[in-house]
């Protein structure tokens, strides 16, 4: 994993290691490592690995790591790493930048109807400023939750450093 995967611009940043190893004894490897740690929650769906900041610690804006094991080969695989927001924080801001999006269109539709048919167009213009405002302030919010998170993924990043070296030793 390397330092350069947490440019500031990326909301989720990524990682990916490759392995001289199977990939379900890769993924067996992982879950005795993380298993056996306390610190950290876990939870395990096919090739699919999450882990969780503990539960007295998490916040609305904890992060999480999202961890897929690839088989390459019989011998080979890949591991793909994502840091990011929980999902329902994730889908909650996709949500609202949508309907942002589609106001937005709606507001120029409107606008552009009322101008042609020489009506008022005080309210769809005025929408057509705040809406792109709100679309900048969106990004703030979510570059400051992640700020806010920052420390939790800091300290997941060093823990699955730290579980891909023990991996490689053994």
Known sequence: ???????????KPRF???????ANSLLTKIQNHIGGEQLYKMKVVDHHIVIDVPEKESHYWSP???????ELTEETSKLKGLFGPKPQVWTLFMFIHFAVATAF??????????W??????????????????LWVTLYFIGSIGKATGKKQMDD???FMKQVLKEVKKA
């Open 1 to 11: 994993m390397d330092d350069k995967l947490y440019n500031q611009i990326f909301l």
């Open 16 to 22: 990916q290691v490759d392995f001289e190893m199977n």
């Open 64 to 70: 999480q790591l999202h961890i897929e094991v690839e």
């Open 105 to 114: 269109l709606i507001f120029a539709v409107i606008a552009y109807s009322n």
């Open 116 to 133: 042609s048919l020489k009506k008022e167009i005080f309210l769809p213009v005025t929408m057509l400023v705040i809406l792109p405002l």
């Open 156 to 158: 997941l990043k060093e």
